[in-house]
């Protein structure tokens, strides 16, 4: 049984379309839409709407702790285009998951991100996409449960959850033999991006269920560019899959 895994495809639904090529499944962890690209900053929702120019601003006052000044700048943005920018964002939103779910192969099991917007999937899902938050699945025989989204932050995204609400599903997985989750277990190593240079939130609730479950796999991604891309938990082999945008392969999972 091979298993195709990706995560933070943003956007790439070029080589999504070849993401299970070889493969008799493939997991999706999140993070389909690109709202701006750090590398390349005429790629996104952002940059579509308001120009490359204004997107390379926008990056500037985010990477250097100016969220507050981000914002101002983006809600002024918005409100110069008229109308009420949630028509706008969603319009955007819906093109790309449009891309998107028609690349995405089947059979695929998937979660959602922490720049996901859930409620607009059912828009777009196909015969073969199956969507799993605090849920299961049998894949090859083994049982594989599903974690989506992320923690709050200070950067607001659409789908952050209290820690409470995240630990629920958690705990409402249970012991699986492959744990897929959008956001890593709380081990820094795992959490530190060497680009960004900063640490993301990582699950305490994960990292807890990986210690008493010992599942053999936990797969994850969200960091970007981690300091570690695995490390080991009692038995438990935890993996970042790796930033599908940028590498444009899956991680293979042979079981």
């Not at 109308?83 to 779910?101: K, N, S, T």
Request: hydrophobic share 40%.
């Amino acid at each position: 049984m091979r298993v195709h895994v990706v995560s933070d495809v943003h956007g790439r639904a070029d080589a999504l379309a070849r993401a299970a090529d070889g493969a008799d499944a493939l997991i999706c962890l999140g993070d389909l839409l690109l709202f701006v690209d750090y590398a390349d900053h005429s790629q996104g929702i952002f940059p579509d709407l308001f120009g490359a120019e204004r997107a390379t601003e926008y990056v500037r006052l985010r990477t250097a702790g100016r969220l507050d000044e981000a914002r101002d700048m983006s809600a002024a943005l918005w409100r110069a285009l008229g109308g009420d920018p949630r028509e706008h964002i969603e319009r955007a939103v819906r093109e790309q998951y449009a891309r998107l779910f028609a690349a995405m192969p089947t059979p695929a099991y998937l979660t959602y991100g922490n720049v996901d917007l859930p409620a607009l999937w059912a828009d777009y899902v196909r015969d073969g996409h199956h969507v799993l938050d605090g849920q299961t699945a049998e894949i090859g025989g083994l049982t594989f449960g599903f974690v989506g989204g992320g923690l709050r932050t200070r950067y607001r995204t659409p789908t952050e959850l209290d820690d409470e609400e995240f630990a629920r599903k958690v705990r409402a997985v249970g012991a699986v033999d492959v744990l897929c989750c959008h956001i890593p277990p709380a081990v820094p190593g795992l959490l530190y991006d060497v680009v960004a240079r900063r640490f993301e939130r990582g699950s305490e609730a994960t990292l807890a269920a990986i210690r008493e479950t010992q599942p053999r796999y936990a797969l994850f991604g969200h960091v970007h560019q981690p300091l570690a891309a695995r490390t080991r938990i009692g038995r438990t082999e935890c993996v970042n899959v790796g930033h599908f945008r940028g590498r444009g392969t899956p991680f293979v999972l042979d079981l």
